[in-house]
């Protein structure tokens, strides 16, 4: 192409034009990225929150087995639903795993650091589930050589090593939680901060589109020699082409901010 001191008017606003465009194009691009990124970044909170108030209504359902435990008088039995009791809740932890680890935590936590100490933090939880899980059937196997005589004692001491052990996990469970929603609502925040730059950037593109276009119009206007058809048909198209950009681009402003007003519900 020749050098901009070589072109005409014309030529020049026509070059302007499609470089504009060209901008256009990217932007709308990264926009489209960013709304993927933000819809994953919903579903994952949405999964976290889920386990959170799992882990709130946690301690209720704990108050509602003591509950039915205190009405069981004769202790093996009462030791043996304990264990039972146990071994749901690990059941249910286990699936907590599987959830946290679908949400590919790489992903979400950015900062090295900080991404290593979660890690840290998950594979102990993970752990502590997995070695409770094994030690609860061994403990299974024990209760059924447990003398009547001797279950009350068991009770007793048993009943405060499986709180021990539950404690321990939970307050890792909810460390990791806390970290995990912290991190995606700060990812959320900066997704948002972008995507309000781009929809600026975007209106800047569009508007030196139209300017540029108004330019070539009134050097059509004003162009004293007859000008070839062909470059009349080129500024037309042109034109035309430019037009359609900018309704299409705010048709896609208008159903980003429809999308956006929808996830506020979460």
Known sequence: MADVDEL???ELHTK?????????????QE???????????????KIVVEILEWHLQEESRRLARECALYNIREHKPKL????MDIQ??????????????????????????????????????ANLVKMQQELEKDREEELDLVFDSEAELIFERQSEVWMSEEKDRQKLLKEVLATIKQQIEYNLEKNRERQGELEREKEEHEKNIR????????LSRDEEN??????????IKLKELGNQLVLSTQK?????????ETHRFY
């Open 80 to 83: 043996k639903q304990k264990a």
């Open 88 to 125: 749901e809740n690990l059941a249910m932890e286990n699936e907590i795993l599987l959830k946290l680890e679908n949400l590919e935590l790489h992903r979400v936590i950015h900062d090295a650091m900080n991404r290593q100490r979660v890690k840290e933090s998950f594979e102990k939880y």
């Open 8 to 10: 005409t008017a014309a």
């Open 211 to 218: 300017e540029y276009n108004e330019e070539l119009e009134k």
């Open 16 to 28: 302007l034009i499609k470089e504009q465009m060209e901008e256009l194009k990217q932007k709308e």
């Open 226 to 235: 007859n000008p070839s058809r062909q470059f009349q048909e080129e500024n």
């Open 252 to 260: 896609k402003h208008f159903d980003e901010a429809s999308t956006m």
């Open 31 to 45: 926009a489209e990225m960013l709304q993927q990124i933000e819809d994953d970044h919903f579903k994952k909170k």
